[in-house]
């Protein structure tokens, strides 16, 4: 019912910034929030930042200072702007959305991802 699409990942040098990009789209009523996740080989997935309605972001430590969320919900759409990249940050680019697609039904819906490879 939700389809969710990212991109913008890229191979970039140690120091260098990337801006993902997700939309959403199918038979939504209303996003709660969308975000952002990660997973390296043999790590689990990790949350990086999310978006909510009421305007909150949250961001994980590991991120802090260097990515920025933005999102415009009723567009469907978020970014990830990720600034000074680093080898640790490559991983899968992952964002989750989380909405309700009837008066009381909510889902929680992923992307296959966008790939993100910090290599010099």
């Known amino acids: 019912q939700v389809q969710v699409v990212e991109s913008g990942g890229a191979v970039v040098q140690p120091g260098g910034s990337l801006r993902l990009s997700c939309t959403a789209t199918?038979?939504?009523?209303?996003?709660?929030?969308m975000g952002w996740y990660r997973q390296a080989p043999g790590n689990e997935r990790e949350l990086l930042a999310s978006?909510?309605?009421?305007?909150?972001?949250i961001y994980a430590d590991s991120v802090k200072g260097r990515f920025i969320i933005s999102a415009d919900l009723d567009a469907k759409t978020t970014y990830l702007q990720m600034n000074n990249l680093q080898p640790d940050d490559t991983a899968n680019y992952s964002c989750?959305?989380?909405?309700?697609?009837?008066?009381?039904?909510?889902?929680?819906?992923w992307g296959q991802g966008t790939q993100v490879t910090v290599a010099s």
């Open positions: 989750n959305v989380v909405a309700a697609v009837a008066e009381d039904h909510t889902t929680s819906s």
């Open positions: 978006a909510f309605n009421d305007g909150s972001t």
């Open positions: 199918g038979s939504i009523l209303k996003i709660f929030g």
